[in-house]
């Protein structure tokens, strides 16, 4: 692999890509270079070569920069290419040999996780969380490990009230949820190391989950296993320990650090 410092534009023109997807709009290309540390001269020549070729927008009226056309279909590409799928579904597999325990690999969608691999364990309940289904995030062992993971500003910007949390009718948990609530729940399962569900999407069943991450720290994606309720503690620390190491596994896959 060829170090950055040898291919220092190849670098500089990627950091700039990666800063941009980190804001929440467009911002000067002077605020670019004192975040990044680039002179502006450079800052502004590579904002033009990544304007020409799609990737830059420049809007004058606000002399900002955010991200064009192009990005966005690099994005869609890698959706197309389904990598978190492809890289985690032998994961997942390998997860359900070693426990014999159904396992998923899911996504953070709005307030939502969708799920993109489900694998069953031979003799084991059927369960809710099939490939291309929805559940409120808040109620999975999968969703609060990728909400854990994100920044308090994030988290309150997907939960402003009680309005948005949503519930099961097979929910077992009777008691009102609001957001410091959740915060004290994420908390725990940040402390803990994986985060938990006890019979919050399907009655008799507890599932184990962990966070992806991909080069920023953000959640990417969810690695979880589910077993009946009430199962021995060795098969439950069993569980916590294998999905954190596939979730970190697959975090190094898609580039984290």
């Known amino acids: 692999m060829a170090d950055a410092s040898k291919v220092p ?15 929440r709009g467009p911002v000067p290309a002077a605020s ?32 900002r920069y955010g991200l064009g056309v192009a990005a ?4 869609s590409g890698f959706s197309r290419q389904q990598p978190l799928t492809r890289l985690g579904r032998p994961l997942v597999a390998a ?3 070693r426990l014999g325990e159904s ?34 995030a808040h109620l999975t062992a999968s969703g609060r490990a990728m909400l854990q993971a994100l920044p308090p500003a994030q988290l309150r910007a997907l ?10 009718p097979s929910t077992t948990d009777a008691a009102p949820w ?19 569900e006890h019979g919050e999407v399907t009655r008799g069943l507890a599932s184990v989950g962990a966070p992806v991450l991909d080069h920023l720290g953000w959640p990417a ?29 697959l975090s190094r896959r898609i580039g984290a650090r």
């Open 9 to 23: 534009a190849a670098d500089q023109v990627l950091r700039i890509l990666s800063h941009l997807a980190t804001q």
């Open 32 to 63: 670019i270079a004192t975040a990044l540390g680039l002179p502006r001269s450079t800052t502004y020549h590579l904002l033009g070569v990544l304007q020409e070729r799609g990737f830059v927008v420049h809007l004058p009226e606000e002399r």
């Open 72 to 75: 966005f279909e690099l994005s």
């Open 95 to 97: 997860l359900v040999d």
């Open 103 to 136: 396992g998923h690999l899911a996504v953070l969608h709005g307030r939502d996780v969708l799920y993109l691999v489900e694998e069953r364990a031979p003799r084991r309940p059927s369960l809710v969380s099939d490939v291309g289904v929805r559940l409120p």
């Open 159 to 168: 939960y402003p009230d009680r309005a948005a949390f949503a519930d099961l």
């Open 178 to 196: 609001s957001y410091s609530r959740l915060k004290t729940l994420l908390a725990e399962a940040r402390a803990a190391g994986v985060a938990g």
């Open 221 to 249: 994606a969810a690695i979880a296993v589910t077993f009946a309720e009430g199962a021995p503690d060795e098969l439950v620390d069993a569980a916590s320990a294998a999905v954190v190491d596939a979730a970190a596994t």
